[in-house]
């Protein structure tokens, strides 16, 4: 089946079109079409993402962001549609809250010829809920108008499934548009990292989920931004604090600063990052003549402090359950010390245990995970209807 993804959760607008067949154990994916529009430009001015802001550039991109991704789908055919008129006042109302969306949506569907797609899968949470449900309302809004099923998707599943997910190989090229999530050994432990999210959810069988663990404050990438925006990197802080830590890191010299590792040695899963941010804070203000081979090694020490944490936690939750694959998800999953850290542990420590990590591409938001997603669901028959649709800014998945 052919589902069309929609992804506005928080500062990237993007849509995919991929071709899904298969089922859950060997779900085979061919990305047709995937545009993507970073706002991350914008966001740095203001050293985070500014919601009202977020929701204003996916309602301006997300008709472009769709012509681009039909077009490379080669599913972009002109056609004059005349819109029968309670057609046309349904997806007026629907799209009434979203101004700036609204002209370019009936300027450019009067000339598009419907695609051929099966289902509309959406991010529905969680994530910054004014930018949501723009895409959530253009979600429903292209439903009404081409009569196809939608699909709530969450954010966070998406991450995990991508973490899932390989090249798929055809005789020995691999081929750069096709993915497969095929012989997962059950159960799957999954660490999500990313700019609002901490969590250890524990997947026995497909879609199934139990909370392992939590932070219990700010979110690890929310930890790296804030802790780039005191050492003077632009947003996003992760990447900028990881290309520091790596050059400290080279010199090979004992590291001058020392941060805690909060609430490493408890007794639970749950995580805290704001104390170590906080640290940073004390430690910026307590120094004088902060050069950038200092913040070099603060960043590196920072870095070391949270893969410190996230092992830790992670080893605990491993110990607790009979987990067969480790998947680490999020955007703060492309951290290369991260990836580094977790490979050797795995291989060293649980040598039983596979470790799996999102390819570049997928490891930040996209609209390629949203539409794996999209397709377990769909294989289940968890279909909603313009109606039923709705946003929730702290969906979970357990
Ligand atoms: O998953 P994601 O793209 O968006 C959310 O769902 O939040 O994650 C974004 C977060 C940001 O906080 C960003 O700083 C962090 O992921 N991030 C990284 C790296 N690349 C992105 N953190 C550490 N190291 C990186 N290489
Ligand atoms: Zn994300």
Redesign the pocket.
């Known amino acids: 089946m052919k589902i069309l993804a929609i992804e506005t959760?928080?500062?990237?607008t993007a849509i995919a079109i991929l071709e899904c067949e298969g089922d859950e154990k060997n779900a085979r994916f061919t990305v047709l079409g995937n545009a993507l529009f970073s706002q991350i430009e914008i966001h740095k001015e203001y050293g985070g993402v500014f919601p009202a802001l977020a929701k204003r550039e996916h309602a301006k991109n997300l008709v472009p962001i769709l012509e681009a991704a039909l077009e490379e789908a080669e599913l972009l055919h002109e056609d004059t549609q005349t819109i029968p008129e309670e057609k046309h006042e349904k997806i007026a109302t629907i799209l009434s809250r979203e101004p700036g969306l609204i002209e370019a949506f009936f300027a450019f569907i009067g000339e598009c010829e419907p695609p051929p797609i099966d289902a509309i899968a959406v991010t529905t949470g969680p994530?910054l809920e004014p930018a949501l449900w723009v895409g959530v309302n253009f979600a429903k809004a292209l439903a009404v108008l081409w009569e196809k099923p939608l699909i709530a998707v969450n954010?966070?599943e998406g991450?995990l499934l991508a973490a899932l997910a390989s090249r798929k190989q055809i005789s020995s090229q691999t081929d750069q548009s096709m993915f497969a999530i095929f012989d997962v050994r059950m159960p799957v432990l999954a660490l999500l990292?990313?700019?609002?999210?901490t969590e250890l959810v524990h997947m026995r069988e497909w879609l199934t989920y139990e909370l392992i663990g939590q932070t219990r404050d700010d979110?690890?990438?929310?930890a790296?931004?804030k802790v780039?925006r005191m050492l003077g990197l632009p947003?996003?802080?992760?990447?900028e604090?990881?290309r520091l830590a790596e050059i400290a890191r080279e010199t090979q010299r004992k590291n001058p600063y020392v941060l805690p590792r909060p609430m490493l040695h408890d007794a639970t899963c749950d995580f805290s990052f704001a104390g170590l941010k906080t640290s940073v804070l004390y430690l910026l203000r307590d120094t004088l003549n902060i050069r950038e081979e200092d913040k070099r090694y603060i960043a590196r020490e920072f870095?070391d402090a949270v893969v410190d944490v996230l092992w830790g936690k992670t080893a605990r939750a491993l110990n607790m359950t009979d987990t067969q694959t480790l998947v680490i998800g999020?955007?703060?999953?492309?951290?290369?010390?991260?990836r580094r850290v977790f490979t050797e542990k795995i291989k060293n420590e649980y040598p039983h245990i596979t470790l799996c990590l999102s390819i570049d591409l997928l490891?930040?938001?996209n609209a390629i995970m949203i539409a794996f997603a999209g397709f377990y669901h769909a294989l289940r028959n968890n279909f909603s209807t313009p109606d039923s649709l709705t946003v929730n800014g702290n969906r979970s998945l357990a």
Do not use: K, R
């Open positions: 959760s928080c500062d990237e994530g954010h966070m991450h990292v990313s700019g609002g999210h979110a690890v990438g929310e790296f931004d780039a947003y996003p802080g992760g990447p604090i990881s870095e999020g955007g703060v999953s492309a951290n290369t010390h991260i490891a930040t938001d």
